[in-house]
Each structure stands twice: as structure tokens, then as C-alpha cells.
């Protein structure tokens, strides 16, 4: 006696959809992330660090020089601008007066260097400075 089958399209359909049930209701009680141990905090390594400000030249004339309170105005191409000099940086505004060319590397409103910028005017004051050494007297000779 042979048992035939008479609609395997019915059955394996449910078996198919029982396997479903179960296997969705698994896949939806995932159980709750692992807490992340506490991140030390270590300066710049953050992505949301703040920017890298970018030092920028302006070169221009002094219009004012105040070395005790640390100020310098340039008047340039750009018009004119005040500068804040700190630290090692106001050691450089010896020797500068009202009216000299300089170059000026700054961040914003702070200024990280100043320069005078070597001219033909610079180089002809150097020159003279040196004959003007050369000049004190001829060296002696010795006698043979």
C-alpha cells in the first residue's frame, strides 16, 4: 500500500511560514549593547577638536608703537591694523620707530614675529657701516 500525497504545495507552505514566525521573533529580542568603558580624554585627539589657526604675513608701515602696552599699528595695503605683542615677540620692537617698513607673522589679532625687510636702503646702511669700520686705520705691517 502506497500512501499518496495529495497537496505538498499546502503543507511545505506552512511549515515555511511557521519557520518564519519563529525565526522573526528571534531575530527581534537582541539583547541591549555592552556599555563602552569610559574614553580618557587626551588633548587633539578628538575629531571635534578646534581648528589649526594658520599664522598670515601682513607688511606694512608702523603708525603707532606703544612697546608698555604691548601695541603696534600697521598701516598696509589692507588699511590700517592693530597688533597685540607678548612674550618674546616685544623684544623685537626694540630698535623699530614710527615710519619703518616691517613683516609681521600673526594669528588673528596677535602678532608671533616681527621683521624688518632687507631692502637696497638696508643693505646700503650695512655697507656703510662696515667701510666705516674698515676705515678706523690700515692694519700694521710687520718689518722684514
Known amino acids: 500500500m502506497r500512501m499518496k500525497m495529495s ?5 511545505l507552505a506552512a511549515a515555511a511560514l511557521a519557520l518564519l514566525i519563529v525565526a522573526g521573533g528571534c531575530a527581534k529580542e537582541k539583547s541591549p549593547p555592552p556599555p563602552q568603558p569610559a574614553r580618557k580624554a587626551i588633548a587633539g585627539t578628538e575629531k ?5 589657526l594658520h599664522a598670515k604675513l601682513f607688511t606694512g ?18 588699511g590700517e591694523r592693530r597688533f597685540q605683542v607678548h612674550g618674546k615677540v616685544k623684544e623685537q620692537l626694540d630698535g623699530l ?3 619703518d617698513k616691517v613683516i609681521l607673522k600673526h594669528v588673528d589679532e596677535i602678532a608671533l614675529s616681527i621683521v624688518k625687510p632687507r631692502t637696497s ?22 718689518e722684514e
Open 61 to 78: 608701515t608702523i603708525e603707532a608703537l606703544d612697546a608698555a602696552a604691548g601695541t603696534l599699528t600697521l598701516k598696509g595695503p589692507m
Open 97 to 99: 620707530k614710527t615710519g
Open 121 to 142: 636702503r638696508n643693505a646700503l646702511e650695512r655697507k656703510e657701516k662696515e667701510d666705516a669700520v674698515n676705515e678706523v686705520g690700515p692694519v700694521p705691517q710687520a
Open 7 to 11: 497537496k505538498p504545495f499546502p503543507v
Open 48 to 52: 571635534n577638536a578646534a581648528p589649526k
